[in-house]
């Protein structure tokens, strides 16, 4: 599942145009990136969110995407846009999709950047054999964020600890493995079929405290593009939005990240 239904509140005027993920880096579409990457791990069936301006990421990607040297890539959307007038959040965004996502998932954020991430199926299957309901990927602090997410422990289990507190040295990178089961304790009933919004950190917290959240360093390169300032740093000039992309519908509503 690849996130995409946030407003980009902070990437504004760029997001009042076009959708947070379609923006360009380095040629191509910011959410492009981890869709490649997913598909060069031969992760080929992909769900992408959307909520705000959603109309333009379908139009541009299409149900079927093949890039060169990719295998093609089957896409399905979970428009919480149409279907509630708003977004979900991230967990209310992935329980409503759980119907159509298989017993162990991918999820990353389709607005950061990780071009040397590795999607494997050695990965999922360890993970899959494993006691725990999920398994993060986690980067030193960046300095936008310098007191941290979350713990690490020498065993590889990730730690709910205070931000600023001694050894939260890490942040989530947004990419993650998931069991279904993991979602058993958010409440929703699977497609959330209300539309409620819920946030992914208490979840992870909670689950943190129960021992079922495992993780792991990637010492990759990685940016979460939250600001202007970071996307003209990838990019290494004036910020652009992505050139293909539709022309955005002046009608539709906007909607809460």
Request: glycine share 10%.
């Amino acid at each position: 599942m690849v996130l995409a239904a946030g407003r980009g509140e902070r990437m504004r005027p760029l997001t009042d145009q076009i959708p947070k993920p379609l923006l360009c880096v380095r040629g191509q579409p910011l959410m492009q990136w981890p869709m490649q990457a997913l598909a060069r791990g031969g992760f080929v069936r992909q769900l992408v969110n959307t909520a705000w301006l959603g109309d333009q990421i379908p139009a541009h990607f299409g149900d079927l995407r093949h890039w060169p040297g990719l295998p093609e890539v089957h896409i399905r959307y979970s428009h919480e846009g149409h279907d509630f007038g708003r977004a979900l959040e991230t967990a209310g965004g992935i329980v409503r999709a759980l119907p159509s996502l298989d017993a162990v998932f991918w999820v990353v954020a389709g607005d950061v950047f990780a071009p040397d991430f590795v999607f494997n199926d050695q990965d999922l299957q360890r993970f899959a054999a494993s006691s725990a309901l999920a398994h993060l990927w986690l980067v030193p602090n960046p300095m936008h964020n310098p007191g941290g997410d979350f713990g690490l422990s020498a065993s590889g289990q990730v730690l709910n600890l205070t931000k600023g507190a001694p050894g939260c040295a890490h942040t989530f990178s947004t990419i993650a493995l998931y069991k279904q089961a993991f979602f058993a304790h958010c409440g929703l009933p699977p497609g959330n079929p209300e539309g409620a919004a819920l946030t992914l950190a208490p979840l992870l917290r909670a689950a943190m405290d129960r021992g079922e959240v495992s993780g792991e360093v990637y010492a990759g390169h990685w940016t979460d593009v939250g600001t202007p300032e970071r996307l003209q740093q990838l990019n290494g000039s004036a910020t652009t939005v992505n050139p293909s992309a539709p022309t955005p519908n002046p009608f539709l509503s906007k909607m809460r990240p």
